[in-house]
């Protein structure tokens, strides 16, 4: 029997000893250290065969030192990684520089800026969507991490900057707990109208009462995103270490696996690997 490969698309790497995370002060269930080896011990079991790292919001003077930081990781033998999705700061005039340098990196595969903590008005200005739009001439992404009273913005920028990929990050942030469906459908409905947007599964345990969901609970958001989106414009990611908010790796995957137990391996195989391979270019 053959198995899909799983690549995750979304894993965080947290070593205060080497990066500053200012954000971590107001995060006491994520305030400790979360280095490679504990994920990989994790992933290796949960049967991910390759990882994208995702920036971890570090301090600005810190941006460049944790790709060069996660590159390190990535040189290890037998190591998972096999590129980094970059932090950037596409409202700052000398974004022009940072880019050309990043682009020249072939492990730098992406984007993100994240958007949910900060001013709504940050991407609206003139310099964030004119930088944002240099992305178009180069091979990297871009991940949406937006709340869903921001999906709006995410329509914006998609709209702004058609040669983009966009990736939406966490199946757009909805609030499980707080039944919050009605609030977050119609306008991930509208972002997926969007041919350059590709909505990634990912972190959505998180988002749900961490005592009591079930794979139920998750499936309407799950599907809904799969329903919009369709199979060629979806991937996967654990969101590790905040999915163990919501019961950690494992629990994820085997909810995964719950969420997607009427698709064909046709299906599965696009999420968990062949639309990451082909948007990321990975080997």
């Not at 596409?90 to 940072?98: C, I, S």
């Not at 939406?168 to 109208?193: N, T």
Request: net charge negative; aromatic share 8%; proline share 4%.
């Amino acid at each position: 029997m053959s198995v899909a490969p799983l690549i995750d698309t979304h894993l965080h790497i947290i070593d205060q000893s080497a990066l500053s995370y200012p954000w971590l002060a107001g995060a006491e269930a994520l305030n400790r250290d979360f280095k490679y080896d504990e994920y990989a011990l994790q992933a290796h079991r949960a049967g991910i065969t390759q990882a994208l790292h995702m920036e971890v919001d570090v301090a600005r003077e810190d941006i460049e030192a944790e790709t060069a930081y996660i590159t390190a990781l990535a040189g290890r033998q037998g190591s998972l990684i096999a590129g980094a999705i970059s932090s950037c700061r596409p409202e700052d005039e000398n974004f022009a520089a940072f880019l050309e340098r990043q682009a020249a990196n072939p492990f730098v595969k992406g984007f993100r800026r994240v958007l949910h903590v900060m001013p709504d008005d940050l991407s609206d200005s003139s310099v964030f969507r004119d930088n944002l739009k240099r992305l178009g001439k180069t091979r990297l992404t871009f991940d949406l991490c937006v709340l869903p009273r921001q999906i709006d913005r995410a329509i914006a920028l998609a709209d702004l900057a058609p040669d983009v990929t966009f990736i939406l990050d966490h199946c757009g942030v909805p609030d499980i707990k707080g039944d919050g469906f009605d609030d977050w459908r119609d306008g991930v409905a509208e972002l997926a109208r969007r041919p350059n947007v590709t909505a990634k599964i990912s972190g959505v345990v998180a988002y749900a009462d961490a005592g009591t969901w079930r794979v139920e609970q998750l499936a309407p958001y799950v599907h809904h995103v799969i329903e919009s989106f369709g199979w060629d414009r979806l991937v996967w990611g654990s969101d590790w270490p905040v999915c163990t908010l919501g019961g950690g790796l494992a629990t994820w995957v085997a909810a995964t696996h719950g969420l997607l137990s009427g698709c064909s391996n046709e299906e599965r195989a696009k999420l968990f690997s062949g639309n990451a391979r082909r948007i990321w270019s990975l080997a």
